[in-house]
């Protein structure tokens, strides 16, 4: 099949341009929803447009088909200029089924594009999703823009001659929902059907059949009546010049730490134990061999992080990661690490909680645990991500400052960052900061003293990190208290309280590192929003519009938690409202309350889902002085 | 990896300059003490060597060591040693470690570490009680033990430390009494040199919280008639004079006695340690007094290939043919040009 000709053909259709678009696709998880959405999403991004996505999948593997439980979404949203966030709301939702309907109709504008494949509207569907009457026909969809395709026939006229199974046919039909959305928004069929050409390279019947459904879709938008007009994203044009990728927030993770284990000249050990969200980046790392990175699928969440401090003992760069549950699990060795001062990273991937919570969706309520979840007096430096693409120079980060300063770090990311998408400018490896170990290596370097395995970098407050293997630097750690500089067991009151005093000390020694906070508007005003982690996009993108609208109001990032930087303090006493949003039950907005002494207000919404632009210029301009 | 060539050390050599805290008495001091001498006999240097241990009384073990050493938390040893394993396969790994430590707390980690065959010689100390918490029963307690936390009796039923070791895919599996340093002295040079994980049960006794636990094999009067020393394709005779034996019947043990019912030296048990099939292991590993003696040496020793050499194979089989090239990874396959 002649791709170029597919994208080359005259549409006598007309176009209309649009600065961007939402689209979310929605289907049981057998449908291919999401692979449906990634292929949308790389073709937008091959077009020049900037992207976003936001997969929302169920915790079930295969809830039974037809199942309101068995819904997976995907939504994108491809834009004209640089975008932030993956939407608020769909401009075009396509339902496979009346279940992905009756789950995903209220993310559609008024007035959107709604796309339902009507086959699939049967009576025993439209029971299981709750409809006592076909929403398609009894008119409670007219504040959208319906349209009906007869998808599962159609995608079986396609292949009537190819003696496919019927259940092989179904599987097929996302290609022509992707064939249609792809000719409704002028996409470049080349790298799907690339795709298709290697997906299926060994069953030329299923090439066969998925090129041709992917065809009929787009000759469908095309001749029937029922699409009178194509839409058109122009390319970004306010993107920062260079080369781009699109990257998950877990594919970003996994990269940021093989690149500063390389920076390093350290050996990359991964330890982890599956869970969702987390296991993608066990998934990438354990790829990645020819990095020289070992990966340790253990045998439990405790033991994946123990492993990760012994090879950390053993001078490779140990690294561990989690999600949910698994950061409390792990909560008891990373107060050994704490005590035996060595550095490790710990990336918690939030997810709903308590308990099990809600595996597949997003949360930020990790936060005081990250800080403060551990037996003891116990600080490590914390920091959070923001977006997908940021989750690089963030894993890159925190190995620095581990490894700098001989301390945990614990990198928060989260569920929609972990599998939502964005391009990412691709840095120089060249260029990467520098990461330097400084192993004490050699028994000359102790000029004939005793060896003193927590004896003090004066600037860092670090301890040596010391190489094993080599004569002269035997020597003990553990996790009872330990004198200072000898390293020796201590239950001597006054150490105990100097040690405590020294193990924050050096977590706050970071901060004197930290660049000044970049506040997004005017430097003092009437509010000021502060986030940390994913809602970043949401707020930035909430606090430009009511600037725009001549609102006083300013954003600013927290990027590092623990510390927190010097001149957070100041910057928030510059404005006559704080307001702190957050997807938990009010955490930032306690810990800036009780490090500043200040009045800071809190917004909340705690659904497993992203927050919105929308919400939050609302929240916005509630808590405006008057 | 090659093995270094011995050198000439002395158990001292392997002393550090920390006051050791054990109780007077503790057997804890005699198991010290034939490490030392094995790593003198065996010739690798302290640094390198790493003793890595849980928590509990035998765990301090590392402090006792001039080796590098890892106290580390509650039953995670077998974990820490693991990834230091991995991370510096050119070092030796010894893991101290109690009943309470592997058996509860660690079970999970220990069943792990032998199923993987990570090279790690693991010292379990058994001493039958929880001794650091002062007197609770411990999961090799004897059923119906009265203990602080039991003061009626303890109603958990026992492991066998050795029958959960073959069950759990071990491939060495030892056994001496902290008292008996000959017997101690070959299972910790056999261990030594076994590459693969190295379980070694020692019955050792806690004399403060559970004094005499082993004495109805550890005393000299009675060991030989209640211990039996197992030797690789030697058959199985065991008593003062070496007047019993023991045969087997199907899958079942049995005593005999040298010369009764027509039965000699031909009737017992070749003990086989290189036998690939756990089920003889585990027979020994569960016989027990009064019926049996208690098997005492190297139960089994059959060779797989260890975790830490297949790991570190495959990481440096990938990095022979591909080419480590950190722009092209974050390039990733579709990368496009803006501007």
Redesign the interface.
Not at chain 1, 468 to 480: K, Y
Not at chain 2, 65 to 73: A, P, R, V, W, Y
Not at chain 2, 329 to 332: A, F, K, R, T
């Given at each position: 099949m002649d791709g170029q000709g597919l994208a080359a053909a005259a549409s006598h259709k007309p176009t209309e341009t649009r600065e961007a678009v939402v689209i979310r696709f929605a289907g049981d998880s057998g449908d291919g929803i999401q692979l449906t959405g990634a292929q949308f999403t790389?073709a937008s991004?091959?077009v020049?447009n900037d992207t976003a996505t936001f997969p929302d999948f169920p915790a079930e593997i295969r809830a039974p088909a037809g199942t309101l439980a068995g819904v997976s979404g995907y939504q994108l949203h491809f834009s004209s200029r640089d975008i932030l966030t993956p939407g608020d709301r769909a401009d075009v939702l396509v339902v496979m089924n009346p279940a992905a309907l009756a789950a995903h109709r209220r993310w559609l504008q008024r007035n959107g594009v709604l796309i339902a494949n009507r086959d699939a509207f049967t009576s025993k569907n439209l029971a299981m999703a709750g409809y006592a009457a076909d929403p398609l026909s009894d008119g409670t969809l007219d504040e959208y823009q319906l349209f009906c395709v007869d998808l599962s026939r159609l995608t079986g006229d396609a292949l009537q001659d190819l003696g496919l199974s019927s259940k092989e046919v179904e599987r097929c039909k996302n290609y022509f929902a992707l064939g249609l959305v792809f000719w409704l928004f002028e996409r470049k069929p080349d790298?799907v059907l690339r795709e298709i050409d290697q997906k299926f390279a060994s069953k030329p019947i299923l090439r066969e059949a998925n090129l041709r459904v992917f065809r009929a879709g787009w000759d469908y938008g095309e001749n029937t009546e029922l699409f009178r007009i194509r839409y058109r994203v122009p390319a970004a044009s306010d993107?920062?010049?260079?080369?781009?990728?699109?990257?998950s927030g877990n594919e970003a993770t996994a990269?940021g730490l093989?690149?500063a284990s390389?920076k390093a000249g350290l050996?990359l050990?991964y330890?982890s134990y599956p869970i969702t969200p987390a296991s993608d980046i066990l998934h990438y790392l354990a790829g990645?061999?020819?990095?020289?990175?070992?990966t340790?699928q253990?045998?439990?969440e405790?033991?994946?992080v123990?492993?990760?401090?012994?090879?950390?003992?053993?001078?490779?760069l140990?690294v561990t990661a989690t999600s949910g549950p698994g950061i409390a699990l792990k909560s008891?060795?990373i107060?050994?690490a704490v005590m035996?001062e060595l550095p490790l990273v710990i990336v918690d991937v939030q997810r709903g909680g308590p308990s099990t919570g809600l595996p597949t969706k997003t949360e930020q309520a990790d936060l005081l645990q990250a800080l403060y979840g551990r037996n003891g007096e116990c600080p490590v430096a914390v920091l959070a991500i923001q977006s997908p693409a940021d989750a690089f120079a963030c894993a890159y980060e925190a190995c620095r400052i581990a490894v700098q300063y001989r301390v945990p770090v614990l990198l928060l990311s989260d569920g929609s960052i972990a599998n939502g998408a964005e391009p990412w400018r691709?840095?120089?490896?060249?260029a990467l900061p520098a990461i330097d170990p400084a192993l004490l290596d050699s028994a000359e370097a102790l000029n004939g003293e005793p060896l003193q395995p927590y004896a003090r970098d004066p600037e860092t407050l670090a301890r040596p990190w010391i190489k094993?293997?080599?004569?002269?630097?035997?020597?003990?750690?553990?996790?009872?208290e330990k004198w200072d500089k000898t390293g020796?067991?201590s239950y001597d009151a006054a150490n105990h309280h100097a040690m405590v005093k020294l193990r924050q000390a050096k977590v706050d020694a970071i901060a004197k590192t930290l660049p000044p906070s970049a506040v997004t508007g005017p430097d003092s005003g009437d509010l000021l929003v502060v986030t940390w982690g994913s809602p970043w996009g949401s707020a930035l993108t909430a606090v430009l519009e009511l600037q725009a609208e001549g609102k006083s109001v300013a954003h600013l990032q927290l990027r590092w938690l623990s510390p927190l930087p010097a001149d957070v303090g100041d910057i928030l006493g510059r404005y006559k409202r704080v307001l702190v949003p957050e997807i938990n039950n009010g955490q930032l907005v306690k810990v800036l309350r009780a490090a500043y002494a200040m009045d800071c207000q809190g917004y909340q919404r705690i659904a497993g889902q992203p927050l919105t632009v929308g919400e939050l210029k609302a929240a916005i301009v509630e808590h405006l002085p008057a | 990896m090659t093995a270094p060539a011995p050198v000439a050390l002395k158990p001292k050599d392997f002393q550090?300059d920390?006051d050791v805290r054990w109780c007077p008495g503790c057997g804890d001091y005699a198991i010290l003490a034939a490490v030392q001498r094995a790593l003198a006999k065996q010739g690798v240097?302290?640094?390198?060597i790493?003793?890595?241990a849980g928590?509990g009384c035998s765990s301090r073990f590392?402090?006792y060591?001039?080796?590098?050493?890892?106290?580390?938390?509650h039953g995670?040893a077998?974990?820490?040693?693991?990834?230091?394993?991995?991370?510096?396969p050119?070092?030796q790994i010894w893991m101290a470690t109690g009943d309470g430590d592997s058996l509860s707390i660690g079970g999970?980690?220990f069943i792990?570490l032998l199923r993987r065959n990570v090279d790690i010689k693991v010292l379990l100390f058994n001493n039958r009680i929880y001794g650091l918490t002062k007197g609770q029963y411990s999961p090799t307690s004897e059923f119906g033990k009265k203990t602080k936390s039991t003061p009626y009796g303890s109603v958990d039923h026992p492991f066998k430390p050795a029958a959960v070791a073959v069950g759990a895919e071990a491939g060495f599996v030892g056994r001496f009494i902290d008292v008996d340093a000959k017997v101690g002295a070959e299972v910790l040079a056999a261990a030594a040199a076994y590459k693969g994980t190295a379980f070694i049960e020692i019955y050792q006794n806690c004399n403060i919280f559970n004094d005499g636990a082993w004495d109805h094999l550890a005393v000299k009067e009675v060991r030989a008639e209640q211990t039996i020393l197992l030797e690789h394709g030697q058959p199985m005779l065991f008593g003062a004079n070496r007047d019993k034996g023991v045969r087997l019947v199907g899958t079942r043990p049995q005593v005999f006695q040298l010369g009764h019912d027509g039965l000699g030296i031909g009737d017992a048990w070749v003990h086989d340690a290189h036998d690939a099939d756990p089920v003889r292991a585990f027979l020994l590993a569960r016989m027990e007094g009064p019926e049996f003696p208690t098997p005492m040496g190297v139960l089994r020793s059959v060779q797989r290939p260890a975790y830490d050499e297949l790991?570190?194979a495959?990481?440096a089989e990938?990095?022979a043919r591909?080419?480590?090239d950190?722009?092209k990874?974050?390039?990733?396959p579709?990368?496009?040009?803006?501007?």
């Open positions: 790389a991004a091959a020049g790298l993107i920062a010049p260079g080369r781009y990728r699109s990257i990269l093989v690149a390389q050996a050990f330890g990645y061999k020819e990095f020289g990175v070992r340790f253990a045998e439990d405790i033991a994946a123990c492993a990760a401090i012994g090879a950390s003992f053993g001078n490779q140990g008891e060795a107060g050994l035996t691709i840095p120089d490896a060249a094993l293997g080599v004569a002269g630097l035997e020597h003990r750690i553990g996790g009872i020796h067991i | 550090t920390q240097p302290g640094h390198l790493a003793t890595v928590i590392p402090y060591m001039n080796t590098f050493g890892f106290h580390s938390i995670r077998p974990a820490i040693a693991t990834g230091l394993k991995i991370a510096r050119d070092l999970n980690h792990h790991i570190n495959q990481v990938v990095a591909k080419p480590a950190l722009q990874l974050l390039d990733g579709h990368p496009w040009l803006v501007g």
